[in-house]
């Protein structure tokens, strides 16, 4: 079907109502909520059209895979929380996999920041790691709040100003319009909301140790974070 932007704005996006997708610590699984909603649905079955799909036995993968599961509370691989089941987590909503993947790759930029870096040693050795985090806990605070508005802007999101937040709804899903696109503004979105979103990149910092060490209990050779490079704070 062909519109023009007028029949767009007017008659389509005023009647669409998006899914939202949230997990749902209690059922262990993601669910789905909504009014009305438009989506493709693949035919056959969901496990093997999307099952292997951008995945491999690659460092950046499995830390994609843990990114995800960190987030919601999975803190290791077990009878419960197996690979194929952390597998299908990560593939079940694209947002979710395309941050998950962003943040993975972010985290030797990350290290580098601190002076440190993966090591293939097999050891999985995290202290240099633990004991850099609360010296750079700013600066790597400061890069994520960057990072996540470089990648909300990659999905296709545009600023909505923080003047225009109304009621402590920041965002507009239909429209793609987030309040939160431009670092500077962190803080006054925050006031206006009542959202501590400083504490949420923070959170996200923190969490590096988590992902680094149950990526590594995926893999037979586990890395290791070591000093490898000069700051500018030496």
């Not at 999975?74 to 993947?101: G, H, M, T």
């Amino acid at each position: 079907m062909l519109t023009d932007h007028a029949d767009t704005e007017e008659k389509i996006i005023s009647e669409l109502n998006v899914s939202d997708w949230h997990y749902s610590h209690e059922a262990e699984q993601f669910e789905r909520r909504e009014s009305v909603s438009l989506g493709l649905l693949p035919f056959g079955s969901y496990d093997e059209t999307y099952g292997g799909l951008r995945f491999s036995d690659n460092f950046t993968d499995l830390l994609a895979l843990s990114v995800n599961a960190v987030r919601f509370g999975i803190a290791c691989v077990d009878e419960r929380n197996d690979l194929k089941r952390l597998r299908n987590l990560l593939n079940k909503v694209e947002f979710y996999k395309n941050y998950s993947y962003a943040y993975a790759v972010s985290i030797s930029y990350k290290l580098r920041i601190m002076g440190l870096a993966f090591v293939d040693d097999g050891k999985g050795d995290l202290s240099a790691l633990e004991e850099a985090l609360p010296e750079w806990e700013d600066v790597l605070v400061a890069q994520e709040n960057e990072r996540w508005c470089c990648y909300m802007r990659t999905q296709g999101w545009r600023e909505l100003p923080v003047a225009e937040v109304r009621d402590g709804v920041y965002q507009d899903k239909v429209r793609k319009l987030h309040a939160r696109l431009a670092p500077e503004n962190v803080d006054r979105l925050s006031e206006a909301v009542g959202r501590d979103f400083r504490k949420e990149d923070r959170d996200n910092v923190y969490r590096l140790t988590s992902v680094i060490r149950l990526a590594n209990s995926m893999t037979d050779r586990p890395y290791s974070v070591a000093k490898a490079v000069k700051t500018n704070r030496q």
